[in-house]
């Protein structure tokens, strides 16, 4: 049985594919001399791994959670037929990844989140092929992103295992020498429109198909020479993604004899003064902090129902959302996002880069370009937010033109989504301000909302932080609370769990708490949202709603009913 048998990426679907997971050699290269022992030459690797989970993982089969520079898969592939092209894709490794195929270097690939594919039809023979991959890994240089992997040899708070290597689905592609080569979807609510703009090889007509529930409901087609091409579909019915409803049209594109399917959702975001608006209604932001961390899979999802169940869980407590934190999720995560109407935000693991220096920028750019390319196409992700937290490295200041320069690359890139330049500190120039603040005494934090609806006086990262005070100004941006609470209860009572500030000594005073701390910011007509920390505990962070197993730690009704109620920017 192949392990994450589904096809990655639901949004651009082939029919000719082979999923490659499962099995693999593995050989650990601690001295990461692999190279000049000819690892890609050699007939056979030292151990067996499970792709497409990490060695960290209880998954992979391999379990070694020690600082791992770099690691060696291999894996002998049989090819029938070579009469189209042959590309690799591999859904994400982290963090430098070399391809061998045949013992010949195929391709590299720098970066830990986002997916690349080579053509590797030059490089295969009709019958056996060996197909070698190496991915070397120093989450403690300060010179590669890495999230919220720990950079001591132990998880330690709100840090945790580790990830190397090879973390989401590697497969092959057969694809015409004419063919698709990527699209974008530009959906218009008011005439009720999808505007495609696709790259395309080769010279042919270019077919676009609209579905909604099996029923055609629009089409368009354009010649092409190649390169770039744009085409409208006037669709002849109206079906809104909306929270909680996700509604999504299906596509059937084609291009000589390559046919591609994929999905899209009919919907607007824009921001109206203070307020957050999908397709012209206003929309609290009833959001959780989920990391997308697992037991078994750390980074990677041990199952597609497991992606899934993550959302139910979340809409079980009446959250109508999620930042996606310091992480790039897999893009089947974001297609259950996508089905089941929940709003998220588009974040990047920038911890572990020093953002102090003006030499960080080519290696955040040309990832955060690739994930902003990737995910663009998506109707949950309803904002950008590509750094987070930019506090002081080795007592150097943030360098505020690299937030600048990124902030403004993803304005270019992305004109249809507002954007975050880094959540909670310290702001440059941003779309959004949020705020992180974990206060747990709900008298003391209800003072800070009531000064801020009064007099509009905000102070930086949290509303007391007079560091912030100095480093970053408010001017009368849409304010959204994008982390609070951390309220930590431990269910499993193993005494060594971490959290914000002071537990609770009881389930009750744990609701009160977490029921005032909410309503102050849903009661405050000048806030947009919420993000709560977190949905689940991931190792010793005790501070989620539900379990690392996301079993219940309380009555979620008692949540729901809470974070349902309306807010008081709604009632404008």
């Known amino acids: ?43 056979h690797l030292n151990s067996q791994i499970t792709v497409p989970f990490c060695p960290e993982s ?39 990844t070399t391809v061998y195929v045949n013992g010949k270097e195929a391709g590299t690939h720098k970066g830990g989140y986002t997916p690349f594919k080579f053509d590797v039809t030059a490089f295969l023979n009709v019958g056996k092929n060996s197909l070698v991959i190496c991915a070397e890994d120093d989450n403690r240089s300060g010179n590669q992103p890495c999230g919220k992997q720990s950079v001591k040899y132990a998880s330690a708070g709100c840090f945790y295992t580790r990830i190397t290597g090879i973390w989401q689905t590697v497969w092959l592609e057969l694809v015409p020498e004419t063919h698709i080569e990527s699209v974008k979807f530009f ?66 594109l084609s291009y000589g004899d390559d046919h591609v399917k994929s999905y899209f959702g009919l919907r607007h975001v824009f921001m109206d003064g203070m307020k957050f608006m999908i397709n012209g209604k206003c929309v609290f932001q009833r959001t959780v902090l989920d990391q997308g961390y697992y037991r078994d899979g750390l980074y ?13 869980i979340a809409l079980d407590a009446g959250f109508n959302g999620a930042r996606l934190h310091e992480k790039l999720f897999e893009p089947r995560f974001l297609y259950h996002c996508d089905r089941m109407g929940y709003m998220v935000w588009g974040e990047y693991g920038n911890f572990g880069l020093d953002h102090t220096k003006m030499s960080a920028l080519p290696t955040y750019l040309r990832e955060w370009e690739e994930a902003l390319d990737r995910d663009f196409n998506h109707p949950s ?12 490295v080795d007592e150097c200041k943030q360098e505020d ?38 206060c747990q005494d709900v008298e003391e934090f209800k003072g800070y909302m009531k000064k801020f609806e009064k007099e509009g006086i905000l102070s930086g990262q949290t509303f007391r932080n ?16 994008s982390e609070y609470g951390g309220i930590k209860w431990d269910a499993e009572n193993d005494n060594i769990g971490w959290g914000y500030g002071n537990a609770p000594e009881s389930e009750e005073e744990f609701v009160e708490r977490y029921k005032g701390l909410t309503e102050a910011i849903m009661n405050n007509p000048k806030i947009m949202g919420f993000c709560y920390t977190q949905l689940y505990d991931i190792e010793l962070e005790k501070n989620g709603l539900y379990t690392y197993d996301r079993k219940p730690k309380f009555d979620m009704e008692i949540f729901k009913k809470i974070n349902t109620q309306k807010a008081a920017i709604e009632m404008e």
């Open 466 to 481: 007079p560091v912030c005070d100095d480093r970053q100004t408010y001017r009368g941006e849409p304010v959204f609370i």
């Open 58 to 96: 209880k998954l992979s089969g391999v379990c070694e959670t020690d600082f791992l520079n770099c690691v060696w898969y291999k894996k002998e592939i049989e090819i029938n037929d070579k009469t189209s092209k042959i590309f690799l894709h591999i859904g994400a490794s982290d963090y430098l």
């Open 187 to 252: 959906p218009d609510v008011k005439n009720c429109a999808l505007t495609l703009h696709a790259s395309l090889c080769g010279a042919s007509t270019f077919f676009a198909r609209a579905f909604y529930n099996g029923k055609e409901v629009g089409k368009a087609t354009a010649e092409s020479f190649g390169g770039h091409v744009e085409l409208t579909i006037p669709l002849c019915e109206k079906h809104l993604w909306e929270v909680g409803e996700g509604r999504l049209y299906d596509l059937e």
């Open 401 to 438: 033109e690299v937030v600048e320069l990124v902030y403004r690359t993803t304005k270019r890139l992305d004109i249809t989504r507002p954007c975050i330049d880094t959540s909670g500190n310290f702001h440059v120039i941003t779309d959004i301000f949020d705020v992180h603040d974990y």
């Open 300 to 312: 990677t999802a041990p199952s597609d129902d497991a992606m899934a169940n993550d959302i139910k």
């Open 1 to 43: 049985m192949i392990p994450r048998s589904e096809h990655p990426n639901p949004q651009f679907q082939r029919d000719s594919w082979q999923n490659l997971n499962g099995t693999w050699e593995f050989e650990i290269d601690k001295s990461k001399s692999g190279k000049e022992r000819k690892l890609f030459e050699a007939e």
């Open 381 to 392: 992700i309803i904002g950008w937010c590509p750094f987070n937290e930019t506090w002081d």
